[in-house]
């Protein structure tokens, strides 16, 4: 009985606690006795910066912006667009290529881009995109858009100086369905590969031809375009160079 009271009294004295009722738990009631968490250390230093990634894919053409003013020798039922092409020392990166629009007919760019290795010759062209376009299954709605193309000069070749001075006439129409997308008119002359060094001109004309009598089409766009490139690699991918050079002129009705 003593035992058993003592027992007793031991639970009902102030300040006194229980066990826990698992053995691997702590019961601490002094908050002196707690844990406290320590304030957080200071950032480090940023890492060095990693290596640049490749160079990704080129983006689509932008949109063409507003005509800007005519020059001063052009009157006020003219427009022109000049188009400047110039890279040298193997630096065309951003510089390839030059946009131009042909009023109520389309848009289109010229481009003067380097071989990068055995299966790619690179891009030196014309391209043009109608508005009035045809798809795989319709024709185009309004009209035929063609661009004709007078080409002066190409490939420079020591053993056959006149290939140089060779000129041609070429078609490029949109007129029947299964004709999707643009046309392009190719400055390189030769049919394997790229011209290692050429010097040639282009002149020609993008026009429309109405499927109906009826029909008001725009005014066409002449242009003349002046090229020059140097993708020889005797000594070394430094040397190569373009320059291009051109202007479209509209007149309008």
Same mark, same amino acid.
């Given at each position: 009985?003593?035992?058993?009271?003592?027992?007793?009294?031991?639970?009902?004295?102030?300040?006194?606690?229980?066990?826990?009722?698992?053995?691997?738990?702590? /019961?601490?009631?002094?908050?002196? !006795? *707690?844990?406290?968490? =320590?304030?957080? +250390? &200071?950032? #480090?230093?940023? @890492? /060095?910066?990693?290596?640049?990634? !490749? *160079?990704?894919?080129? =983006?689509?053409? +932008? &949109?063409? #912006?507003?005509? @800007?003013?005519?020059?001063?020798?052009?009157?006020?039922?003219?427009?022109?667009?000049?188009?400047?092409?110039?890279?040298?020392?193997?630096?065309?990166?951003?510089?390839?290529?030059?946009?131009?629009?042909?009023?109520?007919?389309?848009?289109?760019?010229?481009?003067?881009?380097?071989?990068?290795?055995?299966?790619?010759?690179?891009?030196?062209?014309?391209?043009?995109?109608?508005?009035?376009?045809?798809?795989?299954?319709?024709?185009?709605?309004?009209?035929?858009?063609?661009?004709?193309?007078?080409?002066?000069?190409?490939?420079?070749?020591?053993?056959?100086?006149?290939?140089?001075?060779?000129?041609?006439?070429?078609?490029?129409?949109?007129?029947?369905?299964?004709?999707?997308?643009?046309?392009?008119?190719?400055?390189?002359?030769?049919?394997?590969?790229?011209?290692?060094?050429?010097?040639?001109?282009?002149?020609?004309?993008?026009?429309?031809?109405?499927?109906?009598?009826?029909?008001?089409?725009?005014?066409?766009?002449?242009?003349?375009?002046?090229?020059?490139?140097?993708?020889?690699?005797?000594?070394?991918?430094?040397?190569?160079?373009?320059?291009?050079?051109?202007?479209?002129?509209?007149?309008?009705?």
């Amino acid at each position: 009985m003593l035992i058993a009271g003592l027992g007793l009294a031991g639970l009902l004295l102030p300040g006194a606690q229980s066990a826990p009722s698992d053995p691997g738990q702590v /019961v601490i009631d002094n908050a002196a !006795e *707690k844990l406290k968490r =320590g304030k957080r +250390g &200071r950032v #480090g230093p940023p @890492g /060095v910066p990693g290596p640049q990634g !490749e *160079k990704g894919i080129e =983006g689509p053409p +932008g &949109r063409l #912006g507003d005509q @800007g003013a005519t020059g001063s020798d052009a009157g006020a039922a003219v427009t022109k667009r000049f188009i400047s092409i110039n890279w040298e020392n193997n630096n065309y990166s951003g510089k390839v290529r030059q946009n131009f629009v042909a009023p109520g007919i389309g848009e289109g760019y010229v481009k003067c881009r380097p071989p990068t290795g055995a299966l790619d010759t690179g891009e030196q062209l014309i391209q043009f995109f109608p508005y009035d376009a045809s798809t795989k299954q319709q024709p185009p709605k309004k009209w035929a858009t063609t661009m004709w193309t007078l080409r002066a000069g190409g490939k420079d070749d020591a053993d056959n100086p006149s290939r140089s001075r060779d000129t041609g006439i070429r078609t490029a129409r949109i007129d029947r369905a299964n004709q999707e997308g643009g046309f392009y008119e190719s400055m390189n002359g030769t049919q394997v590969g790229t011209d290692p060094v050429s010097t040639g001109t282009f002149t020609g004309m993008i026009s429309t031809e109405p499927f109906s009598p009826g029909t008001q089409p725009p005014a066409p766009t002449s242009f003349q375009l002046s090229w020059h490139w140097n993708f020889d690699t005797t000594n070394g991918e430094g040397s190569r160079r373009c320059f291009v050079a051109g202007v479209f002129v509209t007149e309008k009705g």
